[in-house]
Protein backbone atom coordinates (compact mmCIF):
# COMPACT_ATOMS: atom_id res chain seq x y z
CA UNK A 1 0.00 0.00 0.00
CA UNK A 2 1.42 3.74 -0.46
CA UNK A 3 -1.00 5.81 1.80
CA UNK A 4 -0.18 5.35 5.84
CA UNK A 5 -1.59 1.96 6.80
CA UNK A 6 -3.55 3.61 9.18
CA UNK A 7 -5.52 5.53 6.58
CA UNK A 8 -5.50 2.55 3.88
CA UNK A 9 -7.41 0.29 7.38
CA UNK A 10 -9.73 2.93 7.59
CA UNK A 11 -10.44 3.51 3.78
CA UNK A 12 -11.01 -0.57 3.95
CA UNK A 13 -13.19 0.03 6.79
CA UNK A 14 -15.45 2.38 5.42
CA UNK A 15 -15.53 1.06 1.82
CA UNK A 16 -18.68 -1.45 1.30
CA UNK A 17 -17.78 -4.71 2.33
CA UNK A 18 -16.95 -7.80 -0.17
CA UNK A 19 -20.30 -9.90 -1.14
CA UNK A 20 -20.54 -12.57 1.02
CA UNK A 21 -21.03 -14.96 -1.99
CA UNK A 22 -17.36 -14.66 -2.80
CA UNK A 23 -16.80 -16.10 0.70
CA UNK A 24 -16.24 -19.26 -1.14
CA UNK A 25 -14.13 -18.23 -3.36
CA UNK A 26 -12.00 -16.45 -0.70
CA UNK A 27 -12.24 -19.55 1.18
CA UNK A 28 -10.54 -21.80 -1.81
CA UNK A 29 -8.10 -19.29 -3.12
CA UNK A 30 -6.52 -19.26 0.22
CA UNK A 31 -6.45 -23.54 0.75
CA UNK A 32 -5.29 -24.02 -2.56
CA UNK A 33 -3.20 -20.64 -3.76
CA UNK A 34 0.16 -19.49 -2.18
CA UNK A 35 -0.47 -16.06 -3.06
CA UNK A 36 -3.92 -15.55 -2.35
CA UNK A 37 -2.71 -11.78 -1.82
CA UNK A 38 -3.21 -11.61 -5.07
CA UNK A 39 -6.51 -11.06 -5.14
CA UNK A 40 -7.77 -7.39 -5.55
CA UNK A 41 -9.54 -7.60 -2.46
CA UNK A 42 -12.93 -5.49 -1.46
CA UNK A 43 -11.58 -1.90 -1.95
CA UNK A 44 -10.72 -2.37 -5.02
CA UNK A 45 -13.46 -4.72 -6.43
CA UNK A 46 -15.79 -2.62 -5.71
CA UNK A 47 -13.87 0.11 -7.26
CA UNK A 48 -13.97 -1.87 -10.07
CA UNK A 49 -17.84 -3.15 -9.63
CA UNK A 50 -18.76 0.43 -9.74
CA UNK A 51 -16.91 1.76 -12.73
CA UNK A 52 -18.95 -1.45 -14.91
CA UNK A 53 -21.96 -0.43 -12.89
CA UNK A 54 -21.14 3.54 -14.45
CA UNK A 55 -19.32 2.65 -17.87
CA UNK A 56 -21.49 0.32 -18.26
CA UNK A 57 -19.23 -1.86 -20.60
CA UNK A 58 -20.75 -4.59 -22.83
CA UNK A 59 -17.24 -6.10 -23.99
CA UNK A 60 -14.87 -6.60 -20.69
CA UNK A 61 -11.00 -8.08 -21.20
CA UNK A 62 -9.41 -9.12 -18.30
CA UNK A 63 -5.60 -9.91 -18.37
CA UNK A 64 -4.57 -12.13 -14.89
CA UNK A 65 -7.74 -13.92 -13.95
CA UNK A 66 -6.15 -15.72 -10.85
CA UNK A 67 -9.17 -17.02 -9.31
CA UNK A 68 -11.68 -15.35 -10.43
CA UNK A 69 -12.19 -12.30 -7.55
CA UNK A 70 -11.96 -9.20 -10.00
CA UNK A 71 -13.89 -10.98 -12.83
CA UNK A 72 -16.50 -11.93 -10.55
CA UNK A 73 -16.51 -7.98 -9.14
CA UNK A 74 -16.92 -7.17 -12.44
CA UNK A 75 -19.24 -9.72 -13.66
CA UNK A 76 -22.06 -8.89 -10.51
CA UNK A 77 -22.57 -4.73 -12.55
CA UNK A 78 -22.28 -5.56 -16.12
CA UNK A 79 -25.24 -5.12 -17.88
CA UNK A 80 -27.10 -8.16 -19.14
CA UNK A 81 -26.42 -8.43 -22.42
CA UNK A 82 -22.39 -7.62 -21.95
CA UNK A 83 -19.59 -10.20 -22.11
CA UNK A 84 -16.25 -10.51 -20.21
CA UNK A 85 -13.50 -12.37 -21.27
CA UNK A 86 -10.31 -13.37 -18.73
CA UNK A 87 -6.96 -14.79 -19.42
CA UNK A 88 -4.86 -17.17 -17.14
CA UNK A 89 -1.71 -18.99 -17.55
CA UNK A 90 -1.84 -21.10 -14.31
CA UNK A 91 -4.20 -24.24 -14.74
CA UNK A 92 -4.78 -24.31 -10.76
CA UNK A 93 -5.85 -20.95 -10.88
CA UNK A 94 -8.08 -21.39 -13.98
CA UNK A 95 -9.80 -24.14 -12.49
CA UNK A 96 -10.67 -22.66 -9.24
CA UNK A 97 -11.75 -19.60 -11.45
CA UNK A 98 -13.94 -21.95 -13.63
CA UNK A 99 -15.78 -23.84 -10.49
CA UNK A 100 -16.66 -19.91 -9.11
CA UNK A 101 -17.38 -18.71 -12.43
CA UNK A 102 -20.11 -21.73 -13.16
CA UNK A 103 -21.33 -20.86 -9.74
CA UNK A 104 -22.35 -17.66 -10.15
CA UNK A 105 -25.53 -16.25 -12.24
CA UNK A 106 -23.15 -15.02 -14.61
CA UNK A 107 -21.52 -18.16 -16.12
CA UNK A 108 -23.22 -17.89 -19.61
CA UNK A 109 -21.17 -14.43 -20.11
CA UNK A 110 -17.66 -15.37 -18.72
CA UNK A 111 -15.03 -17.09 -21.04
CA UNK A 112 -11.79 -17.91 -19.51
CA UNK A 113 -8.77 -18.35 -21.85
CA UNK A 114 -6.42 -20.83 -20.37
CA UNK A 115 -2.79 -20.16 -21.52
CA UNK A 116 -0.50 -17.53 -22.30
CA UNK A 117 -2.50 -13.75 -22.40
CA UNK A 118 -0.52 -12.31 -24.85
CA UNK A 119 -1.55 -15.24 -27.65
CA UNK A 120 -5.24 -14.93 -26.10
CA UNK A 121 -5.81 -11.12 -26.79
CA UNK A 122 -4.10 -11.57 -30.32
CA UNK A 123 -6.75 -13.90 -30.86
CA UNK A 124 -9.49 -12.45 -29.71
CA UNK A 125 -11.48 -9.38 -31.86
CA UNK A 126 -12.25 -5.95 -30.34
CA UNK A 127 -13.38 -3.73 -29.71
CA UNK A 128 -13.41 -3.65 -25.87
CA UNK A 129 -15.07 -1.12 -23.65
CA UNK A 130 -13.08 -1.57 -20.55
CA UNK A 131 -9.35 -3.52 -20.04
CA UNK A 132 -8.22 -4.57 -17.14
CA UNK A 133 -4.34 -5.50 -17.11
CA UNK A 134 -3.19 -7.24 -13.32
CA UNK A 135 -1.05 -10.13 -14.94
CA UNK A 136 3.13 -10.53 -14.92
CA UNK A 137 4.53 -7.23 -14.55
CA UNK A 138 7.44 -7.58 -17.16
CA UNK A 139 4.28 -8.58 -19.85
CA UNK A 140 2.64 -5.18 -19.26
CA UNK A 141 3.98 -3.41 -22.09
CA UNK A 142 3.28 -5.56 -25.05
CA UNK A 143 -0.38 -6.49 -23.50
CA UNK A 144 -0.78 -2.55 -23.66
CA UNK A 145 0.18 -2.73 -27.04
CA UNK A 146 -1.83 -5.55 -28.15
CA UNK A 147 -4.99 -3.99 -26.76
CA UNK A 148 -4.63 -0.72 -27.61
CA UNK A 149 -6.03 -1.09 -31.22
CA UNK A 150 -8.91 -3.01 -30.08
CA UNK A 151 -9.99 -0.31 -27.49
CA UNK A 152 -13.45 1.33 -28.23
CA UNK A 153 -12.73 4.85 -29.04
CA UNK A 154 -14.85 5.69 -25.27
CA UNK A 155 -12.69 2.57 -23.70
CA UNK A 156 -10.79 2.46 -20.80
CA UNK A 157 -7.74 0.41 -19.81
CA UNK A 158 -7.12 -0.22 -16.31
CA UNK A 159 -3.51 -1.52 -15.06
CA UNK A 160 -3.16 -2.46 -11.72
CA UNK A 161 0.16 -2.91 -9.66
CA UNK A 162 1.82 0.48 -11.93
CA UNK A 163 3.32 2.40 -8.50
CA UNK A 164 4.60 -0.93 -6.68
CA UNK A 165 3.71 -0.14 -3.11
CA UNK A 166 6.02 2.73 -4.24
CA UNK A 167 8.74 1.69 -5.40
CA UNK A 168 8.55 3.55 -8.89
CA UNK A 169 9.71 6.36 -7.37
CA UNK A 170 12.81 4.81 -5.63
CA UNK A 171 15.46 4.70 -7.87
CA UNK A 172 17.07 1.99 -5.32
CA UNK A 173 14.50 -0.37 -6.05
CA UNK A 174 15.62 -2.23 -8.61
CA UNK A 175 13.66 -5.14 -8.38
CA UNK A 176 12.44 -7.09 -11.91
CA UNK A 177 8.60 -6.14 -10.96
CA UNK A 178 9.47 -2.17 -10.36
CA UNK A 179 11.85 -2.06 -12.95
CA UNK A 180 9.04 -3.48 -15.42
CA UNK A 181 6.34 -1.02 -13.60
CA UNK A 182 8.90 2.08 -14.02
CA UNK A 183 9.29 1.02 -18.14
CA UNK A 184 5.79 0.75 -18.26
CA UNK A 185 4.61 3.89 -16.78
CA UNK A 186 7.30 5.49 -18.86
CA UNK A 187 6.08 3.79 -22.46
CA UNK A 188 2.54 4.96 -21.60
CA UNK A 189 3.14 8.81 -20.29
CA UNK A 190 5.36 8.99 -23.60
CA UNK A 191 2.57 7.93 -25.50
CA UNK A 192 0.60 10.22 -27.62
CA UNK A 193 -2.03 8.29 -28.60
CA UNK A 194 -3.52 8.27 -25.17
CA UNK A 195 -3.97 9.75 -21.84
CA UNK A 196 -3.33 8.74 -18.40
CA UNK A 197 -3.81 9.39 -14.68
CA UNK A 198 -1.95 6.92 -11.89
CA UNK A 199 -3.99 6.55 -9.48
CA UNK A 200 -2.27 5.74 -5.90
CA UNK A 201 -5.08 3.18 -5.26
CA UNK A 202 -3.86 0.24 -2.83
CA UNK A 203 -0.50 -0.66 -5.28
CA UNK A 204 -1.69 1.85 -7.89
CA UNK A 205 -4.07 1.46 -10.90
CA UNK A 206 -3.16 3.29 -14.04
CA UNK A 207 -6.16 4.78 -15.83
CA UNK A 208 -5.63 5.42 -19.90
CA UNK A 209 -7.70 6.04 -22.90
CA UNK A 210 -7.49 7.52 -26.28
CA UNK A 211 -6.39 10.76 -26.78
CA UNK A 212 -9.42 13.03 -27.84
C1 LIG B 1 -2.24 -10.59 -9.56
S1 LIG B 1 -2.90 -12.08 -10.17
C2 LIG B 1 -4.47 -11.58 -10.79
C3 LIG B 1 -5.44 -11.28 -9.67
C4 LIG B 1 -6.89 -11.21 -10.11
N1 LIG B 1 -7.10 -10.10 -11.01
C5 LIG B 1 -7.77 -11.11 -8.90
O1 LIG B 1 -8.16 -10.02 -8.51
O2 LIG B 1 -8.04 -12.15 -8.30
C6 LIG B 1 -1.96 -12.34 -11.63
C7 LIG B 1 -2.35 -13.58 -12.41
O3 LIG B 1 -1.74 -13.50 -13.70
C8 LIG B 1 -1.40 -14.80 -14.08
N2 LIG B 1 -0.38 -14.73 -15.15
C9 LIG B 1 0.96 -14.57 -15.03
N3 LIG B 1 1.55 -14.56 -16.24
C10 LIG B 1 0.56 -14.72 -17.15
C11 LIG B 1 0.52 -14.81 -18.57
N4 LIG B 1 1.64 -14.73 -19.30
N5 LIG B 1 -0.67 -15.00 -19.16
C12 LIG B 1 -1.81 -15.07 -18.43
N6 LIG B 1 -1.84 -15.00 -17.08
C13 LIG B 1 -0.68 -14.82 -16.45
C14 LIG B 1 -0.90 -15.46 -12.81
O4 LIG B 1 -0.92 -16.87 -12.92
C15 LIG B 1 -1.88 -14.91 -11.79
O5 LIG B 1 -2.96 -15.78 -11.62
Redesign the pocket.
Known amino acids: MIVRPVVEKYAEEVSSAAPPWLAPLVADTEAATELPA???GSMQGEFLASLVFALRPRRIL?????????ALCMAQTMPGDAELHT????PL?ASIARKHFAASPWAERITLWEG???TSVRDLPGPFDLVFV???KP?YVDYYEAVLPKLAPHGLILADNVLQFGGVANERDQQPDTLAMRAFNAHVAADPRVRQSVLTVREGVSVIRLAG
Open positions: MMVEIGTFTGYSCELSHPALDADG
